[in-house]
């Protein structure tokens, strides 16, 4: 399960949270994309690689603390895309 | 008959012991002494007291004691002027299941005799026993910690959605000096959320606009009006001013500038972020946990970074996330509890969810790590695609 920020819903048709099948976070995160282009405009870069505004969590734990987009993934796990927010003042 | 007061102060020396000045001073000049509890009136006590005691009247002392001594067999010493009230005293907590209490033998007025060591406490005013009376019955807070408070100077990066709450809790709490930084004015707009502002005071500078309404609430508050943006210019000079700074900002260039800033000025940051129904918090305490970049590396183009103006913000998220600011530049300024500082917490209001996520320092990261190199940038520039970095092209 792929839990989609509020800051990016729209781009998911609204939804809080997509399935998609994958054995690694990266091969999740291409499923994603696909499924859901207007996600991938928003988290890659044009050369396909994350944007470095953008963390994604497996589970509570930091992605890049495990193995990155290379770490498994089982049907259990939920992954979070944690883009950065600036809000609060205006 | 009735026991006359002497009958009482001996049938109390029949069960509590008495210790000289002279048996009590080395654990008093070492630090590792029993507790000592000086029973005297409040007046008294101001007066002076012995090093290392803490204060509860007689009074309070069975409501108050577990707070204090929360194990029943640790050694305590009861103090008061002359170590007869003490000795009552000892009595009650040896009642109360208190196994090792002795007495001060001649109370403080002995101890003072002998030239032991005396601290005169800095009190708080009856005004401000009165008003923060609520603070000082916490025993982590208590009547040093709320001096502590009084003596704190926090910075709020915005006087907005979660400076408006933020500033408002500080100031109830007795935070000293607050320090505003905002350019910008209460706009109608503002009103939904930003409770600091009143609807007579649209178009004033939402710092001084604020300032007002802190008076209102608690005269004693110094509030510095900061009526611009921060940058790389003032940002080092006004951070040194203050102990903690609660950020606000709605924006990715500030944000990232205060991080940096607070980095180089050794100054825990509080952070709160809000879009919509979610809101983000941790605190990041400089070289102990992580920093914002150790979470976020970079900073996003503007437009991947919709702003509450652009995306909406529900008015009542803002209380939460500014209050949880509020909650966490407390407790860093008492070192009280366990902060956010190695989590990010996540509270969605339209799931009533509240998830945490570990945050770790990041070896590689760009401003705290072991090869950072830590510099004001132009996030301004960064951010805006336009320069001032040299990855700036490949995330822009």
């Not at chain 1, 819903?9 to 939804?15: D, E, F, Q, S």
């Not at chain 1, 998609?20 to 044009?46: M, R, S």
């Not at chain 2, 007061?5 to 210790?19: N, P, T």
């Amino acid at each position: 399960m792929v839990k989609i920020p509020p800051v990016l819903r729209h781009a998911a048709g609204g939804t809080p949270t997509v399935q998609v099948g994958g054995a690694t976070i990266g091969e999740v995160l291409i499923a994603l994309c696909e499924a859901h282009p207007a996600i991938g405009a928003q988290i890659l870069t044009p050369e396909g690689e994350l944007h470095k505004f953008v963390n994604v969590y497996l589970n509570d734990e930091d992605a890049r603390l495990l193995q990155w987009v290379d770490t498994p993934v089982g049907d259990d796990d939920t992954l979070l895309i944690l883009p950065a927010m600036a809000g609060g003042r205006a | 008959m009735s026991p006359s007061y002497q009958d009482l102060l001996g049938q109390a020396r029949e069960v509590i012991s008495e210790v000289e000045p002279s048996e009590v001073a080395p654990g008093v000049a070492a630090g590792n002494g029993p507790l000592i509890i000086d029973v005297r009136e409040t007046a008294e006590w101001d007066q002076g007291h012995l090093p290392g005691a803490v204060h509860i009247p007689r009074g309070f002392l069975e409501s108050r004691v577990a707070g204090m001594a929360p194990d029943r067999g640790q050694a305590i010493i009861v103090s008061c002027a002359s170590g007869q009230r003490s000795l009552l005293s000892a009595r009650t907590l040896h009642e109360m299941g208190f196994t090792n209490v002795t007495s001060l033998a001649g109370g403080f007025a002995r101890w003072k005799q002998n030239n032991y060591p005396v601290v005169v406490p800095r009190a708080l005013s009856a005004a401000q026993r009165s008003r923060y009376s609520r603070h000082i019955l916490i025993p982590e807070v208590g009547e040093e910690g709320q001096m502590k408070l009084l003596d704190s100077k926090v910075l709020l990066i915005g006087a907005g959605g979660l400076g408006s709450p933020a500033a408002y809790y500080l100031a109830a709490a007795g935070v000293g000096t607050l320090g505003l930084v905002d350019d910008d004015e209460v706009d109608e707009s503002n009103l939904q959320r930003q409770i600091i502002h009143t609807t007579d005071r649209v178009g004033m500078n939402k710092g001084e606009s604020a300032k007002v309404a802190i008076a209102a609430l608690n005269p004693e508050v110094q509030v510095n009006v900061h009526p611009f943006r921060v940058n790389r210019d003032n940002v080092l000079d006004l951070l040194s001013q203050y102990d903690v700074v609660v950020d606000g900002a709605d924006n990715f260039p500030t944000r990232y500038l205060m991080a940096d800033a607070a980095l180089m000025t050794n100054t825990p940051l509080v952070h709160a972020s809000i879009l919509r129904f979610e809101g983000h918090a941790s605190v990041f305490t400089p070289y102990d946990g992580p920093c914002y970049r150790c979470l976020f590396p970079e900073p996003p183009p503007p437009d991947l970074a919709p702003s509450c103006g652009e995306a909406g913000v529900l008015g009542v998220l803002c209380g939460v996330m500014g209050n949880i600011q509020a909650t966490e530049a407390i407790k860093v300024l008492l070192g009280i509890g366990d902060t956010l500082s190695g989590r990010l917490l996540i509270y969605d209001a339209l799931d009533m969810t509240f998830t945490e996520l570990k945050v770790r320092r990041d070896p590689d990261c760009p401003s705290c790590g072991p090869n950072a190199d830590l510099q004001l940038r132009d996030y301004e520039a960064w951010c805006a695609g336009v320069g001032g970095h040299d990855h700036v092209g490949a995330t822009a």
